[in-house]
Structures are given as C-alpha cells and as structure tokens.
C-alpha cells in the first residue's frame, strides 16, 4: 500500500465563497457546514465545556463529592490553597519538570529527526519506530516496570556506581529527595520524546528538498544549511510543538503519580498529583476525607496562573519582537 | 541536509565513497544501539515475563532468560480473564476510533473549507479548551451520562473517550485539509458532485494518511484508558477493558513479578503491532497537516 | 467520626476490634468476578474490594447457595484503590449492589444520611443480636438514632506485629541456647539483633525492611513502638483514635516517646541497618523481600501471613509492642460494636440479601474466615486455634489479649458523632517521610506543630458543629480513669 500524496498548494487561503451564488443556496451550504460541525461542538460542548463550568461551581462548596454541594464557603477554597505552601512547592516542581523536560526533550527529537529526515539512510523508519514505542505504552505499566528496575534492581546499579566511584554510599533513587524528581523527568522526557521526534520528522519533510539543493549549488556549508534553511522553515511547526509540549508538562500527572505518588516528603509533588490527591483523597492506604470542592478551585487557580504565565510571555516576547524591529528601522537597515 | 552523505565534489571519488561508508555504518551503529537501549526497560519486561520467579530474583538487569517459561503467560491470561476484556477493549478502541476520525475529519473539513457565520467563534472554542484546565471529577460526566441512560454500556465509554480526543484530531484534519489542492474540488463541484460527495468520495479518501495518524493516536489512548472503562462499566464487571484488568492485575500479584510482566506483554503487544502496521502513513499524515 | 474504615491505615485507628475490615485489609486491589447465572431464581449483587480474602468468600458463595438453592449470589469485585469512588457513584446512579462491603469513605454516618443503608432492625431481632458478644450494638459506631445498620465481624487483635525472619536470624547467631530463635522484646533487643545481622552477614543482609512507597508504612514502626513505650494514642493518621485518651489531646510533641522512636528509627538508618530502597518499594515489595531474607526484620499486620503461607514460608516468628523494658505499657484499642457489610437501601429483594449478610457474618463463616488464616472472628467460639494450621497464625491468635475496648466518645455523648475533622497535612506520615530522608531537620518543631495543628483542627470541628446545634465539649474526650494497660468501659452519660 503505498501513501497517498495529494498535490497541495503553499497558499493556504480558502477562495472566499462565491458572491454570484443565489442566497438560498449559499444558505444550504451553510446548513451543511453547521451539520458537519455539529457533532464535534456538541462533544466538546458535553463533555469537555460542560464539566468545566460545573467545577467552577464546586469551587465555591466545601465537598466531599457525595450527594449534592451545600457547604458554600465562597472563595475560602481559594484562600486555602493560595495560603498552602504545599501547594507553592508542587506547582514549583512543575515548573522544574516543564523547563527541564521541554528543551532537553525537543533538543533531542530535532537532532535525532534531522539525522532520520536523510532521504539516504536506509531502515529510517526502523530507527523512527525504536524511538517511538515508549509513547505507546501507558503510564502505569511504565510506572510498574520502572519501578522494578530502579528499586528492586537498583542494588546492581548502585554496585555499578560505587565500583566506579562515583558514589560512596547505597542510593534510593525514587526514594531519595536528591534524586526522585530526577529520576521521574528523565522517564518523563523517555516516555513522550517519540511524539516529539515525529512532529519534527513531519516538519523537516515539508521542507522543500530543492531549498537545500539550490543552497549546496551556492555553496553553503551544513551548518549554513541548517541555520538558514532549516531553522526558519521549521519555525511555524516548532512552535506548535513547543506549545504541545509545554501545555503537556505542565498536565503532567500519571507518570508522576505511578512511579513516586509525590513522594518522599512532597518531594516530587506536581500540581496535577496535590490536586488529585485533595480531591479523592490520598492513597487507598492512607484515606483522607476528599474534597472535590478544594480540588477544583486548585484546579483553577493553576489553569489561571498557566494562562497568566502564558499571557506575560507573549507580551513579553512580542516587545522584544518590536522592539528589535524599531531597532532595525531607526540603524536603516531596509532592504 | 544531515550530519552524514553530504557529497562535496573531490577529485579522490573512492576515498570520498569510502569516508562515507564509514560514516555510515557508524550511524547506522549508533542509532540501533541508541535504540536498542532506548528500549531496554520494555526488553527488560519482556525478558522478565519468561523468567521464572528464582530467575527473577538472581537475574537482576539482564533481560535474557535463562530458559523460556512460557507458562507465565499461560497463567497470567487465565486468571486475569484478559480473553474477556481482550475483546471489550478492542470494541472501545475500534468504536472510539470510528467516532474520533467521523467527527474530527467532518469539523476539520468545514473549518479548513468553507466559509459560514460564526466560525470564528467556533476556532476560539475550540482553541481555548486546550489551555483552559479541565475538570477535576467525573461526577458532572457521570451525571449526564446516567440522564442519558447510556451507563453500564460500551457505548459510554466509546462516547466519552471520543471527546477527550476530538479537539487535537479537529486540528490535525484542519490543518490536512487546508493544504489539499482546491482545484480538485472545484473539479468535483463541476461535475455536479454535492458537498456530501466532495466530502465522502473525493476529500477523505485524499486524507489517508491523516486518517491513520488520528486513528493511532485515537487507539493508544483509547487502548491504554483506564479511569472512564472503570466507571462508566461499574454496575456490569464483564465489559470491563483490559487496562482495568491490569489495573486489578497489577494488585492481585504485586509480588509475582515474571507474571505481572506477562501480563505487560499481553497488554501491549496488540498496541504496538497496530503501530507497526500504521506508522509508516502517520509521518506522512502528521507532515500533510504542519504544510503552510 | 470515630468510625473505623477498611482499609490497612485503619488497622491503626480500629486495632482490630470490631472493625472488621481491618483484619481484612491486606489486599491492594481485585477485579475478578465471579458471576453465577440466575436460574430462575433470585439474584443478590454483591460487592467487595477483597484480594487475598476472595477464596474465603468464593466458598461461602458456594455453600450458601447449596444451603439456599433458590438465591444466587453474583459477587463483583472492585478495584480497591477506587472502592469508595465506585460506591459513590454506584448510589448516585441506579446502580448500586444489594449487599456491600462498607467503602473507608464516606464516614458511615453519612452514609446514613445519605440514604445508603437499610436498617436491619426487622431481621436484628433479640435472639439475633445474642449470637453477638456483648456490646456489639453501639449508637454512633453500628447504630444510629435507634436503628441497626451493620453488625461487627472482626474479633479484637493487634493490628500490628514485628514480624522476624527465622533463618536470618540463625545467620547472625540470634538463638537461644535451646537452638531456637531469640525473640527480641526491648528496644535495645531490636538494636542489637540489626546490628548482629548486619556485622554477620558483611552488610549483604539488613535488620530491617520496609515499604514505604505508599507514605504508610514508616507510621506503622512509630505506632508499634510508641504503644510499647506507653503511648497509648499511636500513630494513625486520621480520625481521633490517635489521641491520647487521657488528656482528650494529640501528644506527639508533650510526649516523648515519639521524638524517642523517631530518633531510633533516624539512629538505625545512619548505622545502614535499614534495607535501603525502603522507601521506594511498596509494601507487597518489601514483603517478598522479606520471604527472601534480604532484611530480618519488618512491621505490618496479619496480612502479611497469607501470601507468605501461600508461598509456604512459615519460617518466620512474630512479637507485638516491643517497648523499652520488655514490658509493653500501652495496647492496642477499639470501640466495641464496628461493621463490615451493609444492605442497601436500593436491594430488591432485602430478605434474600439478609439471608446472605446473615450467612457471611454468621459463625460457622466466621470459623472459616479464621482457618483460612485471614483475622480473628467476632464470635470467641469461632476463634479455634484448633483449626489453625500455620504456626505463625497461631502466634498471631495468642496475642489476641495485646488489643482491648478503648474509651469511647461517642458512647458517653453520642453528638461526638458529628464532628467532621478538617484533613491535617503534612500528617504524622509526611513528618515521618520528612524527617527519614532529612527534609525535615528539625524533628521537634515538626511535631510540635503537628499536634497543635492537630489539636486546633479539633477544637475547630468542636466550634462548627455546636454552631449547628450539636453540643460537644472538648471534655468529652477526656477520660481521666483510663489505664492504657486495661480495657475500658465506657458508661453513656447519665
């Protein structure tokens, strides 16, 4: 079966509808995009919009889930968990997790991708293929096997290590606060790197391969290449990917939840493990009175800190942006 | 344009065909042992499930078992009933799939083409559920689900798990059919074809390759669900998944580890020959989308 | 709120007396179901979250069918991790099941109000109630406002045991002079065994072992040692059991005992004779670890011993309340009355579902119940040390008299009962985590402000539910006639 490969066209701008065309046909074709759209937004509608404003509800209500909310505390909930400094420390290790796991994820996908995109190397798609199967596997089950070779093996690790010398002493990797929070972003880079390597895969092979000859014909050098073809070409795809990657870190939650459950002492504790572990109340071993109510305004205080954080970024970026352009008008540098 | 077989004219061709030999191989050796490492925790697995108990214990990081026992399988199918749950979580994975591409590939096709009151506001829904933080419980789903008198059914599961995925596959088909070639549907139109026909016949049989990305990132995460299986099947234990078998899989024998790798294996083997079997349209699709 | 619930941290809270899950709390999660097709007859939905006790009830469903040929019990078993979640649910939809095992959460009185349970009243008719021991029936724990909603099923025993490993300790030369394993009983005696193992075996065995990945275990050492050296309030987490009855307070800081133990636990960790990766492996770990001799000695409760028999290791000895004179000064305490199972309000057919309840709380069960080595029954008739096989568990049966009635709060003003405990964090288990892995380094003002956050939490639930008409006295848990070394009767207000 070979791949089917349209022809496509650079411009993406769809033709405006036709102005000629009577109204009630153009009304008709309205009628089949609404009937098109519609099981989409009644989905997203049901489920995803839905739930959402109801937790905002409960954010209001001290609730452990049962029956109905009643206990109105208004922003109490709120307070609680802006005045927790458990709770500054988890969303601290996110933001750890996030800007370790993003860059070193998304330096390595591009490298490996751009050694895979070569046209010339044969069993590409074998290589691609051992670089993505973790992403196939869940959470849990990776949680499970991580877990057996880091504890219950790591006693040869550590012989490994103290033979070499690096280390003096028996080490607990998930079980010490040096190293847990380590050890869960070097599976979480692992675990997700493989989307990441075929979104740039997918991105290097739009790039047109006559750039690159036209380029070699002028002589530019590998380097030259890839910084003045590659890099700008890729620059609208990487920043969709970037932006999937930092939306994803920042959820993290089941990886985190399997291989430490925020362990020792709060030490590798994510935003997503506090507010899971308020809302449905700790481990089965170590129950604790859920509160659905508490656990969603945690919920969304994060989701506003994210979009706030998100905001001052742009903001940010973009004076830069200008601020480098008025630079370039005010030295004449038109060309 | 990468690291290895970039020609440069040189008067000395063969040693030129020799260097990039060398680089070659060397590549080539660097990638199968990168992967092969890269995969080492899943090898491990899989060599584990064959151990037996004592191996387990003595073999340590070794992968390899010393003799093959292959009744670890045997066992681990039988007393987690994984037969059952093999084919409820094929339903749902299948039946997800279905719903997410049918949904996803017709939204994303409006959106990419064609124009209409209000779909400005539909793109800024759409966009701002992925920011905006979602739900921390199941009760408002569950609630809907009950009023609808859909629980305790496959159908609840397919349906819920469908929308979980719906936005990125909108997206993703968006993207795709933004850059097919107009002209083949002003050809189609011409030829007295309907919106209906330019959709089914002409436009989504173009999509295949996006039609298996979403399809398999559909069926990983559909396969490998959890959470929705176990409570929207909570008053009937027989349409239970193969991941919530695990799941109790996983806590019947916490300490009977070759069994519990077993059953790993069996969990993941069907996954990843899906992926075996599509991954080689899903770059292909994944590119058709990011085209400017 | 002084309920007990089913799960392994509640073997803390209820020390085996009456609540009956806490013998039956080993199990981590389940999912297999056994379901009979309905021949004509009545069908009974049944549900549990129950791992290593499923042969034990997949028996009693066998012949109570023969003895009832016209009910048919289907048994679902849950997920255990996400048991109470699912009852929840199962009652917000119409789907909740005849009979139940009781969920840790919500507490049983809100359950109650809730409209979960059916009273048993109609079937718990005196002659029923006498198969009981006395006191089996109490409002506030089983009973509320005059109606019966569940009956006790577990008999009083220590929740928790230091379990040692035989061959290690022949290893290290810890023997009698009989050749027969010395059993430690001091503090000290623990400290030195560790030490000999750990010098006899070169460092390649360790004295002690634990798995603390689910954040519980380490609480476990501290309310094992604590109760020895006279701390009758232990180590749980939640609920009020952990206070000191006598002085109505939490006293991890005014009472030394716990900085003592946690200095003994830091000093044992320091000296390497703790197995490393205890905090990262989980308890079912550390447990084959054990069976394995990597460490020779552990802390846990009798759930331990059914795998272990299963893998037919019994070479393996057990002691409670090890203390600092060999003399333990507290025990272990419950409320009399507890529960296990319950009928729902939704059963359809509510007589052929108490037939079941009947049938699986009953005696004859509740002999088999203790034969399969799983806890200790209600019913002293049923305690047979005759029918135990193992010898371990026949230790364990010995030591029934370490667990006795504590004070109860609820007896003498039954308004105690509705009081809801805001969640502390970080609990005794956090510090505990905090301090083992030098997060915490100063172990005094962490637990000093444990138990005034503790303290005031209660104080806090006191205010609350008297500003909605409840009348509650933090004198009410003050019981200044209780001796940690007796059972205590609790005489209602008069």
């Not at chain 1, 409960?58 to 609730?63: A, N, S």
């Not at chain 3, 005196?126 to 006191?135: A, F, I, L, M, T």
Request: hydrophobic share 45%.
């Amino acid at each position: 079966m070979v791949a089917v490969s349209p022809t496509r066209r650079a411009d993406p701008a769809p033709a405006s509808a036709p102005v000629a065309r009577p109204a009630r046909r153009r009304a008709r074709r309205y009628l089949w995009s609404y009937l098109y759209l519609a099981p989409m937004v009644i989905l997203l509608l049901a489920f995803i919009v839905y739930p959402i404003v109801a937790s905002l509800w409960y954010t209001l209500y001290q609730w452990d889930g049962i029956g109905d909310p009643t206990t109105f505390v208004g922003l109490d909930n709120f307070r609680q968990i802006m005045h927790d400094s458990i709770f500054w420390r988890s969303l601290a290790h996110t933001f750890v997790y996030a800007a370790i796991v993003v860059p070193v994820q998304l330096a390595l996908a591009l490298a490996l991708a751009l050694v895979l995109n070569n046209r010339r190397l044969r069993f590409a798609s074998f290589y691609r293929t051992l670089f993505f199967l973790p992403v196939v596997t869940s959470a849990a089950v990776i949680g499970v096997v991580i877990q057996l070779l880091v504890s219950n093996f790591g006693d040869s690790i550590n012989t490994v290590l103290m033979d070499l010398h690096l280390t003096h002493s028996h080490i607990d990797f998930l079980g010490d606060p040096h190293f847990a929070l380590g050890i869960v972003i070097a599976v979480g880079i692992w675990h997700t790197f493989g989307y990441n390597l075929v979104y740039f895969l997918a991105g290097l092979q739009t790039i047109p391969e006559e750039l690159y000859e036209a380029a070699r014909l002028d002589g530019a050098g590998r380097v030259a290449l890839f910084r003045r073809i590659t890099i700008p070409m890729l620059r609208g795809v990487g920043v969709v990917i970037l932006v999937l990657a930092v939306i994803g870190t920042f959820q993290v939650f089941d990886l985190v939840q399997v291989l430490t459950s925020g362990g020792p002492y709060f030490s590798t504790e994510v935003v997503n493990t506090y507010i899971y572990h308020l809302a449905f109340g700790g481990t089965n071993a170590n129950a604790v009175q859920p509160n659905v109510g508490l656990a969603s305004a945690a919920s969304f205080f994060f989701g506003l800190l994210l979009i706030v954080f998100s905001v001052v970024q742009v903001v940010v970026l973009r004076t830069l942006v200008k601020r480098r352009a008025a630079g370039r008008e005010t030295q004449g540098g038109r060309s | 344009m990468t690291a290895i077989a970039v020609g440069r004219p040189a008067p000395r061709r063969a040693g030129i065909r020799n260097r990039r030999r060398m680089v070659s191989a060397m590549t080539h050796a660097a990638l199968l042992i990168g992967g092969l490492a890269w995969l080492y925790p899943l090898f491990w697995a899989l060599g584990s499930s064959l151990k037996s108990d004592d191996q387990f214990f003595t073999s340590g990081l070794n992968p390899i078992p010393s003799h093959f026992m292959w009744s670890n399988y045997e066992q681990a199918w039988q007393e987690a009933s994984f037969g059952r749950y093999f084919l409820n979580t094929l339903l749902i994975t299948i039946g997800t799939v279905l719903v997410t591409l049918v949904v996803t590939s017709m939204a994303g096709y409006v959106l990419a083409r064609t124009q209409f009151p209000g779909k400005k506001l539909c793109l800024g829904l759409v966009s701002a559920t992925l920011f905006l933080p979602h739900g921390y419980t199941i009760i408002p789903i569950f609630d809907l689900m009950q009023r609808l008198h859909l629980l305790d059914s496959l159908w609840s599961v397919i349906i819920v798990q469908s929308s979980s995925g719906v936005v990125f596959g909108t997206f993703l088909f968006m993207g795709y059919f933004m850059a097919i070639d107009r002209e083949l549907e002003d050809a189609a139109q011409v030829d007295g074809a309907g919106f209906n026909q330019t959709f089914w016949r002409i436009m989504l049989p173009l999509s295949g390759p996006m039609v298996a990305t979403v399809g398999l990132f559909t069926a990983i995460t559909a396969w490998n669900s959890f959470f929705l299986p176990l409570v929207f099947t909570l008053g009937r234990p027989e349409l239970r998944t193969l991941a919530v078998g695990m799941y109790a899989f996983i806590g019947e024998n916490s300490t009977n580890w070759t069994l519990l790798c077993a059953g790993t294996v069996i969990t993941l083997a069907p996954i990843i020959l899906l992926f075996l079997l599509l991954q080689r349209f899903f770059v292909n699709g994944l590119a058709g989308a990011v085209k400017q | 709120m002084s309920s007990p619930t089913f799960s392994r941290r509640s073997l803390l809270r209820a020390a085996g007396l009456g609540a009956g899950a806490a013998a039956l709390g080993g199990g981590l999660a389940a999912c297999s179901s056994s379901s009979s097709s309905s021949g004509g007859g009545i069908t009974v939905n049944y549900w549990d979250s129950f791992v290593s006790q499923a042969p034990w009830v997949d028996n009693e469903i066998k012949l109570f069918e023969k003895a009832n040929p016209k009910i048919k019990i289907k048994k679902t078993t849950q997920v255990a991790d996400q048991y109470p979640n699912l009852v929840s649910l199962a009652f917000r939809s119409d789907n909740a099941p005849d009979m139940f095992q009781l969920p840790k959460s919500p507490p049983l009185t809100q359950q109650v109000t809730q409209n979960w349970l059916t009273p048993l009243d109609k079937w718990a008719t005196d002659s029923w109630k006498s198969r009981y021991p006395e006191n089996s029936f109490i409002e506030g724990n089983n009973e509320f406002d005059g109606k019966i909603y569940s009956a006790p099923f577990a008999g009083p025993a220590p929740s928790l045991q230091l379990y040692i490993h035989n061959g290690v300790f022949k290893n290290a030369g810890l023997t009698n002079p009989d050749g027969s394993v010395a059993i430690p009983k001091t503090w000290d005696d623990v400290s030195r065994a560790a030490a000999a193992i750990k010098s006899k075996s070169n460092g390649k065995v360790y004295g002690f072992g634990f798995g603390n990945s689910q954040n519980t275990t380490l609480a476990w050492w501290l309310d094992l040692f604590v109760r020895g050296a006279g701390s009758p309030g232990g180590a749980a987490s939640a609920g009020i059991d952990s206070l000191d009855s006598r002085v109505g307070k939490w006293t991890y800081s005014s009472d030394r005992n716990y900085a003592d133990v946690i200095a003994l636990l830091l000093n044992w960790k320091k000296n390497g004779y703790i197995y490393p990766n205890s905090m990262s492996i989980s308890d079912e770990q550390a447990r084959a670890y054990f069976e394995r001799g990597q460490f020779g000695m552990t802390v846990g409760g009798v759930w331990n011993q059914p795998e272990w028999t299963e893998h037919k290791f019994t070479d393996y000895s057990l002691m409670t309340l090890p203390s600092p004179t060999g003399t333990p000064q507290a025990l272990f305490y419950g409320p009399p009355g507890g529960y296990l199972f319950a009928i729902s309000s939704k059963a359809k057919h509510p007589d052929e579902t108490f037939a079941w309840f009947d049938w699986l709380g009953g005696v004859d069960s509740g002999k088999r119940y203790v034969a399969s080595g799983q806890g200790l029954s209600i019913y002293p008739e049923s305690n047979d040390t005759k029918d135990v096989t193992s010898k371990p568990f026949a230790q364990y049966v010995a030591m029934a008299n370490t667990a006795v009635y504590g004070p109860q709060p609820t007896i003498r003003n039954p308004d105690v009962a509705k009081l809801t405990l805001d969640t502390v964090k970080p609990d005794i288990n956090d510090v505990l985590a905090g301090a083992y892995t030098g997060q915490i380094k100063n172990v005094a003002s962490a637990l000093s402000d444990l138990e005034g956050h503790r303290n005031a939490g209660l104080s806090d639930a006191i205010k609350k539910a008297n500003s909605s008409g409840a009348k509650v006295n933090a004198s009410d848990f003050v019981f200044p006639d209780f001796d940690p070394l007796k059972a205590y009767t609790t005489k209602p207000a008069s």
